[in-house]
């Protein structure tokens, strides 16, 4: 069978997750609060508007319309996918062919690559300076050096937490012919956007979730921010009927709940604070983050990671990765989790 197959396709390794059952699992960057109980009523109340006999709304009119709101945009700036990984590859698919090239920052989210191997495309990598920023003016001379048709930047990065400040942004777009695709899955913990350029830019799409900060990864869905010319070419590959009727009740009700979300959102803030002013006292790198993880480094690394095992805290680590060498990220929990956490890092290191 495998002669059939597409090389890119043979050589690519599969996205894994890890299916262990920890007390505490702070190794995907989701939300510790399940809402469902409080919104169970309003829940139920959108789905019975649906009839699932019949397929759902082929561009979540609906739904488009309430994130448009959010937004401050119209809805024809908007397009859903089934999570932002879908959209990344619309995206992609759109603008990378055969050996079209297509530069990366490093370390970032793995799911870049992934879309750009299965259209056939090349990517570029340039990794961050010692302290995870991103190198702008290499990411601006490999762009023009090898004629990218994509950058892609996660802005706040995942893994590393970083941001990358607007006037950084502006630049790589001004000094490059490419398309510039920004992943602002966890803007909601930052609090800026590049959401205005994109709607001015043609050049430009913002990719967001409802995964994060909204609480709601379940149901799997995401969006972009663009020009309407852009958002027309997205239109163009998207598959017909992408999002379901389940996903866009649920997402309508989560969208509805703004406030709601700003809270808890805030509040998930104010316990990254206090982890990283607990912790700065032992001999740890902790990384400035802008999102709703921590990304540690420490030699005392093995130590670590048998400790939080033993603790039934599931966390992220990057063992083939050496730019990410000795590093662990942690999702930020319930103040219960966020406490467990720190007491493995003051147990590992009680004796300094």
């Known amino acids: 069978m495998n002669q059939n197959v597409r090389a890119k396709i043979v050589n690519l390794v599969p996205y894994k997750v890890s299916e262990t059952n920890y007390r505490w699992t702070l190794n995907a960057n989701e939300s510790p609060i399940n809402l469902f109980d409080q919104w169970q009523d309003e829940i139920l109340s959108e789905l019975k508007k649906e009839s699932i006999n019949l397929y759902p709304s082929a561009n979540c009119d609906s739904l488009r319309e309430l994130l448009a709101t959010y937004n401050s945009c119209l809805p024809e700036n908007i397009v859903c996918g089934n999570g932002s990984d879908e959209i990344i590859k619309m995206v992609t698919e759109v603008f990378v062919d055969q050996k079209d090239k297509v530069v990366i920052p490093t370390p970032t989210f793995s799911e870049y690559f992934t879309s750009v191997a299965v259209a056939g495309g090349e990517v570029i990598e340039v990794p961050s300076k010692a302290d995870f920023t991103f190198d702008v003016d290499e990411i601006i001379f490999q762009a023009n050096q090898n004629n990218a048709k994509l950058i892609f930047l996660c802005v706040p990065n995942n893994p590393t937490g970083s941001a990358l400040p607007d006037t950084e942004i502006v630049r790589i777009i001004n000094d490059t012919q490419s398309i510039i695709a920004i992943d602002e899955a966890y803007f909601e913990f930052y609090g800026k956007t590049s959401a205005a350029i994109a709607l001015k830019n043609e050049r430009v799409i913002v990719m967001r979730t409802l995964s994060k900060a909204f609480g709601v990864a379940g149901i799997r869905l995401g969006y972009a921010i663009a020009s309407p010319g852009m958002i027309d070419l997205v239109q163009r590959v998207r598959m017909p009927y992408n999002i379901s009727a ?18 808890i959102t805030q509040t998930m803030i104010e316990q990254r604070n206090r982890i990283v002013a607990q912790l700065s006292t032992l001999p740890i790198e902790i990384f400035e983050s802008h999102t709703n993880f921590i990304l540690y480094r420490s030699d005392r690394y093995v ?50």
């Open 246 to 263: 389940l996903t866009q009740a649920v997402a309508r009700v989560a969208v509805r709940n703004i406030e709601q979300m700003r809270a």
């Open 303 to 352: 130590q670590l990671m048998e400790a939080f095992e033993g603790a039934s805290i599931g966390v992220r680590a990057y063992p083939k990765n050496p730019l990410l060498k000795n590093c662990i990220r942690i999702s930020l929990g319930t103040i219960e989790a966020n406490d467990a956490v720190i007491a493995v890092f003051k147990e590992v290191y009680q004796d300094v």
